[in-house]
T-cell receptor
Framework: NAGVTQTPKFQVLKTGQSMTLQCAQD?????MSWYRQDPGMGLRLIHY???????DQGEVPNGYNVSRSTTEDFPLRLLSAAPSQTSVYFC????????????FGPGTRLTVL | GQQVMQIPQYQHVQEGEDFTTYCNSS?????IQWYKQRPGGHPVFLIQ?????EVKKQKRLTFQFGEAKKNSSLHITATQTTDVGTYFC?????????FGTGTLLAVQP
């Protein structure tokens, strides 16, 4: 099993550009989530999904969209990138819900100029 | 909304000294998890606590969940250089796992 994979590993965008961060897991996990990590702020929940076709907002959802058309994939879309979205983004999955161990991907380091 | 705070933000110790990080939630938690993130890496699950007053040990690490299920602590006895990293608590409530701000541990040999 590859576990949780994220692409790309690094990305530089210009303000106003849009892009999609990819996340996939091969463990048949129902629960998936996206976090951003900034110095001194810990990990902040952006969006999460409890199963295919179901998504919900986390702590900091503004400027981001998600969809969950399959169990395996949970892409994160930046609609119009802003410098404040410069961060490290982690995708995570778990078998059922937040009471299970979360498995994290390796992260995507995004810089918005 | 739910907030989870951790203290201290940073701790520097000599190898062999003990280390403790504390986690406090603004609301009652259904469970608390602890993760470790090595520099440049991703968070890795350490343990989960569910019951009020629960204490669990993993070798030199001791984890505790408060009686009111609003606070938790992680204690490392006799730190080693391999303990270096950021330790996060994460509180579970209604399909959301909210992470604390983390404690960065530096260990000087």
């Amino acid at each position: 099993n590859a576990g949780v994979t994220q692409t790309p590993k690094f990305q530089v965008l210009k303000t106003g550009q849009s892009m999609t961060l990819q996340c996939a897991q091969d463990m048949n996990h129902e629960y998936m989530s996206w976090y951003r990590q900034d110095p001194g702020m810990g990990l902040r929940l952006i969006h999460y999904s409890v199963g295919a076709g179901i998504t919900d907002q986390g702590e900091v959802p503004n400027g981001y969209n998600v969809s969950r058309s399959t169990t395996e994939d949970f892409p994160l879309r930046l609609l119009s990138a802003a410098p404040s979205q410069t961060s490290v983004y982690f995708c995570a999955s778990s078998p059922a819900y937040t009471g299970d161990e979360q498995f994290f991907g390796p992260g995507t380091r995004l810089t918005v100029l | 909304g739910q907030q989870v705070m951790q203290i201290p933000q940073y701790q520097h110790v000599q190898e062999g000294e003990d280390f403790t990080t504390y986690c406090n939630s603004s609301t009652t938690l259904s469970n608390i998890q602890w993760y470790k993130q090595r520099p440049g890496g991703h968070p890795v699950f350490l343990i989960q606590l569910v019951k009020s007053g629960e204490v669990k040990k993993q070798k030199r690490l001791t984890f505790q969940f408060g009686e009111a299920k609003k606070n938790s602590s992680l204690h490392i006895t006799a730190t080693q250089t391999t303990d270096v990293g950021t330790y996060f608590c994460a509180g579970g409530a209604t399909n959301k796992l909210i992470f604390g701000t983390g404690t960065l541990l530096a260990v000087q040999p």
